[in-house]
């Protein structure tokens, strides 16, 4: 069982919106450390999509887009495309345990109808 | 463009040690601030943080795997490596590599990844 909490899977149509959830709590996303976001397509090295909440390195469309309100985070695919069915996943510090660590999502699977 | 590209065993009996290497290429593994960590994904799992070794050489783990981890550096080799004991056969894994970047954030994050390397734990 992940410390955050994200839906086992979305889906939408070509051309859709889709949102994926990240629900944590007051010792990781509550306690203000920043959500980033992965991007995982079988056989290939994960993908850095949003570090830092909202922000997207060199080369990631402006389609994908994060968001982060108290315990949780969002991570938002506009003009859904077929190259962007993937496992999507959350990640953040955790403070329990009494040592900070990383922690992740469980992981969503996105399929384009 | 920075590099990285994990090898090791593929097949490791239980009880014994897991040891993976990682070989960071386009760039020095000694050059700027930056941590380096292992991540693994169980079959049919999610992503699991291992840990990770800083610029200084000192590690931190998850709370869980700690007493059985091990993160070392060799600057000379430009690589990072992993061990990991008495391992069982829910240690089977695709075992990722990283580079760790906190710059614009109070969390680190992960920018360049290994394509991962599967481990078996089998007799």
């Known amino acids: 069982q992940s410390v955050l909490t994200q839906p086992p899977s979305v889906s939408g149509a070509p051309g859709q919106r889709v949102t994926i959830s990240c629900t944590g709590s007051s010792s990781n996303i509550g306690a203000g450390y920043d959500v980033h976001w992965y991007q995982l397509l079988p056989g290939t090295a994960p993908k850095l999509l949003i570090y830092g909440n909202t922000n997207r390195p060199s080369g990631v469309p402006d389609r994908f887009s994060g968001s982060k309100s108290g315990t949780s985070a969002s991570l938002a695919i506009t003009g859904l495309q077929a190259e962007d069915e993937a496992d999507y996943y959350c990640q953040s510090y955790d403070s329990s345990l009494s040592v900070l660590h990383v922690v992740f999502g469980g992981g969503t699977k996105l399929t384009v109808l | 463009q920075l590099q990285l590209q994990e090898s090791g065993s593929g097949l490791v009996k239980p009880s014994q040690t897991l040891s993976l290497t990682c070989a960071v290429s386009?760039?020095?593994?000694?050059?700027?601030?930056?941590?380096w960590s292992w991540i693994r994904q169980p079959p049919e799992k999610g992503l699991e943080w291992i840990g990770s070794?800083?610029?200084?050489?000192?590690?931190y783990c998850k709370p869980s795997l700690k007493s059985r981890v091990t993160i070392s550096v060799d600057r000379s080799k430009n690589q990072f490596s992993l061990n990991l004991s008495s391992v069982t056969a829910a240690d089977t894994a695709v075992y990722f590599c990283?580079?760790?970047?906190?710059?614009?954030?109070?969390?680190?994050?992960?920018?360049?990844w290994g394509q991962g390397t599967l481990v078996t734990v089998s007799s």
């Open positions: 990283a580079r760790v970047q906190v710059k614009y954030s109070s969390s680190e994050y992960f920018d360049f």
């Open positions: 386009g760039g020095s593994i000694g050059g700027g601030e930056y941590s």
């Open positions: 070794i800083s610029h200084t050489g000192s590690t």
